[in-house]
């Protein structure tokens, strides 16, 4: 199964929210024009208005609304990208150079900032309150994230529950964004909104916990991120928190190696094979398949259609996916 397969009912409409998408962000400043083409030039896979989308069909079918919904969160999801990039000096995204990495620093935080307020623009000027409030809640949970995330790293004392947390904030809130706000575009059935607001939360934390498995995976299997890129930012992730649980005997020497910083490939190499053969990767593996079976369990209160289905099945790519 693949993307393509998973956004087959909705191709067309995909195709029509690209050039809705781009409307959107012309300006008449030059330099902003120039670099808003240089983001939208290399598109992603767009998980994000597939996620709307589908979940808009669920719920009864796309319209103007879904649309508006689609490019909020990509609106959100591209800001977002693009502050995390000046925040880790990136120098790449998508397999070109980032924003802060071409132009500089302060276009890239003004950018981001034009994008975010753009959003909350277009909510207000089409009165969709109802998508403020939740892509609000949604911004405030990925801060909190971060700010948590990052408050943990520097103690090295992340475990399980606050991993979860953070994950959930970071990464699932705007998965789960995606999909209510999807649902609130095309129903008023709060039912079907929460629904799809726990399938967008649990896919997400399942999607999260691959990308972290990801880094403990050797080159020939994963496309686009390196082995132990989290490791040398002194991530510590869910497979990681486990490997170290299993063997507390061993857990202070990789402690203290994560901490040393600056890694070279042999303690990158140490650290993986202590987290592969303390069971990190399969116990990471398997919460990840939970959550998806949560996931799925959420959406059972619709019947079976083409939008369902690729829902099901985004829920297992989540999980099979090797990029």
Not at 261 to 278: A, H, P, R, T
Not at 300 to 311: A, R, T
């Amino acid at each position: 199964m693949t993307l393509s397969d998973i956004t087959a009912p909705i191709k067309d409409n995909l195709k029509e929210f690209d050039s809705y998408f781009d409307k959107q962000l012309s300006t008449k400043v030059s330099l902003l024009n120039l670099i808003l083409k240089y983001i939208t030039t290399k598109k992603g896979k767009r998980v994000r208005p597939t996620m709307v989308f589908l979940s808009a069909r669920l719920c009864g079918g796309i319209n103007d609304r879904s649309f508006v919904a689609a490019s909020l969160v990509e609106l959100l999801h591209t800001a977002t990208l693009i502050h995390d990039d000046v925040v880790d000096e990136a120098d790449e995204r998508r397999g070109i150079a980032s924003i802060n990495a071409r132009w500089n620093n302060k276009i890239a935080v003004l950018i981001g900032d034009f994008l975010l307020s753009k959003g909350l623009l277009m909510s207000v000027e089409n009165k969709e309150f109802g998508f403020l409030e939740v892509t609000t809640r949604a911004v405030k949970r990925m801060s909190e994230g971060e700010l948590l995330s990052i408050d943990k790293s520097k103690r090295y004392d992340l475990d399980e529950e606050r991993y979860f947390q953070v994950i959930s904030d970071k990464t699932a809130s705007l998965i789960a964004t995606c999909c209510q706000i999807g649902a609130l575009s095309a129903t008023s059935n709060s039912e079907m909104h929460k629904a799809l607001q726990d399938y967008g939360e649990n896919v997400g934390i399942a999607f999260q916990i691959r990308d972290d498995i990801f880094d403990y995976l050797s080159k020939s299997t994963l496309i686009g991120k390196p082995v132990g890129n989290d490791l040398k930012e002194k991530k510590i992730t869910l497979p990681l928190i486990y490997a170290l649980k299993n063997n507390p005997q061993e857990s202070d020497k990789i402690i203290k190696i994560i901490k040393r910083g600056k890694l070279q490939k042999k303690e990158i190499k140490e650290i993986i094979d202590f987290v592969v053969d303390n069971g990190g990767i399969d116990y990471a593996e398997s919460k990840a398949k939970i959550f998806v079976d949560k996931a799925k369990l959420a959406i059972n209160i619709f019947s079976e259609s083409p939008e369902k289905k690729s829902l099901l099945d985004f829920a297992n790519f989540v999980v099979d996916r090797k990029s």
